[in-house]
């Protein structure tokens, strides 16, 4: 194969593909909020909230100072439980989970090079609307 780029984060799925391997669920959703920084200036994003599935566990995190929940989506598949406060062990073992997840986020999105339009960034007003529409820009 092709040799994945300094950048890539992640495995390959190629073994799994070919029935080689077995990889535990993990997945990571993050909620951003897009905020114009003024004239001339590059656009803020901040982190809203964020959540990791370990396997059949969901680990949710409202804002970066809130309690982590916790769910056992096999056992409450809607999310009426939250497990964090009843198990301080697995709360503390997802809280420590979901935040090095994160912060393997933001190391790679803070290496991503980037050219010296880095400092200016000017959205026509259609392009504007168009990420508005689709929940990009608040």
Do not use: H
């Amino acid at each position: 194969g092709v040799p994945a780029p300094a950048t890539f984060q992640g495995r390959s799925l190629g073994p799994a593909l070919a029935g080689r391997a077995n990889f535990p669920r993990l997945q990571v959703a993050e909620r951003m909020s897009v905020e114009p920084a003024g004239e001339g200036l590059r656009p803020v994003a901040k982190r809203i909230a964020a959540a990791a599935y370990f396997g059949d566990e969901k680990a949710i995190l409202q804002t970066a100072d809130a309690a982590i929940e916790l769910y056992d989506l096999a056992a409450d598949p809607r999310e009426e439980r939250d497990l964090a406060p009843l198990d301080a062990v697995r709360r503390a073992a997802a809280d420590a989970a979901l935040r090095r997840l994160l912060a393997g986020s933001d190391r790679f999105s803070a290496a991503i090079p980037r050219g010296p339009e880095r400092e200016a960034v000017t959205l026509s007003p259609e392009l504007e609307e168009q990420l508005r529409a689709l929940g990009y820009l608040n």
